[in-house]
């Protein structure tokens, strides 16, 4: 049964800890993407979940503003229902702004960007998952620390003792005893490192969508600029026409 419907709603995070677990649970690269094929149809990597936010700009928010929108489409009811006349209208009325009102809205920028960072700090873990020893394995055997207790004549051994007793037999133990734990270690080590490279590859990705859409944005804006550069210039040549004529 497939859940990619249901996947492509959850926010990153969520995501990124159910792809963790799918991974844990899988020996090796092709169990995983069997696994992973069981809950989507899609591979993790394709899921485009929610990106930080952008950051607000003063037009931004003059142009989003619900009562500006609302006093066009009073003064304007017909042209209105073309979004470009809206926008087209808005951006003149904030080029006609004074410099002390155009301040208003981008102080409120900042104080919402100023927010947004730190509440984005706030949720981001930056310490990095440890790296494990073959003792760190070893001490942390759950079958062994059982045996140790049911060995023990005490009736219940706190952690440390039975951390100390773990330790004096592993100071016994040969290396070719050890080696299975060496093995555990770098296993639990490689499926780690690879993690911390998927989401950095999940960072970069991010970024160039984030460019992408920076340049598809510029290049909006530039287009309107010229279309709107382009018509003055036909107007121009209409009225030298009409005068040429006329003469």
């Given at each position: 049964?497939?859940?990619?419907?249901?996947l492509s709603k959850l926010d990153k995070k969520t995501l990124a800890l159910?792809?963790?677990?799918?991974?844990?649970?899988?020996?090796?690269?092709?169990?995983?993407e069997e696994n992973w094929n069981?809950?989507?149809k899609k591979p993790f990597k394709s899921f485009k979940t929610n990106k930080k936010?952008?950051?607000?700009?003063?037009?931004?928010l003059y142009s989003s503003n619900a009562d500006i929108r609302t006093k066009i489409k009073e003064e304007h009811p017909d042209e209105s229902k073309n979004i470009g006349f809206v926008s087209k209208l808005i951006s003149e009325?904030?080029?006609n702004l004074s410099e002390e009102d155009k301040e208003v809205y981008n102080k409120q920028a900042e104080e919402i960007n100023s927010q947004t960072e730190s509440e984005s700090d706030d949720n981001v873990t930056k310490k990095k998952s440890p790296k494990r020893s073959a003792y760190n394995c070893y001490i942390g055997n759950k079958a062994l620390r059982a045996k140790v207790e049911e060995e023990s004549s005490s009736e219940k051994l706190s952690m440390l003792e039975v951390n100390k007793i773990l330790s004096a037999k592993w100071k016994e133990m040969t290396d070719e005893e050890k080696e299975v734990y060496v093995k555990e270690a770098e296993e639990?080590?490689?499926k780690l490192s690879k993690k911390e490279?998927?989401?950095?590859?999940?960072?970069?990705?991010?970024?160039?969508?984030d460019k992408e859409e920076d340049k598809e944005e510029v290049n909006e804006e530039v287009n309107e600029e010229v279309k709107k550069e382009v018509k003055e210039e036909v107007k121009k040549k209409k009225v030298v026409k009409k005068k040429v004529i006329k003469k």
């Open positions: 049964m497939s859940y990619t419907q249901q159910i792809n963790d677990i799918v991974k844990d649970l899988s020996d090796t690269d092709e169990v995983y069981k809950i989507s936010s952008r950051k607000k700009t003063g037009y931004y009325q904030w080029k639990y080590n490689n490279e998927d989401k950095e590859e999940d960072k970069e990705e991010d970024k160039e969508e």
